[in-house]
């Protein structure tokens, strides 16, 4: 059974940083590609970013692009979100997901995408 865990959410002023860590395990983590997507009360899942098996392809929603950074340690089973000045737009619960299957970068931008979900992280960035 796969099962992801999230931390590093928390409150932070608007233009700050944390980092999201995703710790996966139950299945060879480097076999999967990653999803960060978030969610805010009442409104859908929405794509954060994406990263390739090896790590060698990323893709950002264009409302984190040049702020976020998706990354990942293999060796480490983890899976990580950089978020930089951040804004109280991005306050949403934070989820990871993975998937084995192989699609183009962009596709990954879609939930339906992946069969594994963490339980979220909250993000709660104050002005």
């Known amino acids: 059974q796969v099962q992801l865990v999230e931390s590093g959410g928390g409150l932070v002023q608007a233009g700050g940083s944390l980092r999201l860590s995703c710790v996966a395990s139950?299945?060879?983590?480097?076999?999967?590609?990653v999803g960060w997507f978030r969610q805010t009360p009442g409104k859908e899942r929405e794509f954060v970013a994406a990263i390739s098996r090896s790590g060698g392809s990323t893709y950002y929603a264009d409302s984190v692009k040049g702020r976020f950074t998706i990354s990942r340690d293999n060796a480490k089973n983890t899976a990580y979100l950089q978020m930089n000045s951040l804004k109280p737009e991005d306050t949403a619960v934070y989820y990871c997901?993975?998937?084995?299957?192989?699609?183009?970068?962009?596709?990954?931008?879609?939930?339906?995408?992946?069969?594994?979900w963490g339980q979220g992280t909250q993000v709660t960035v104050s002005s």
């Open positions: 997901a993975t998937t084995p299957s192989y699609y183009t970068i962009t596709y990954y931008s879609r939930a339906a995408a992946y069969d594994y």
């Open positions: 139950g299945r060879i983590f480097s076999n999967d590609a």
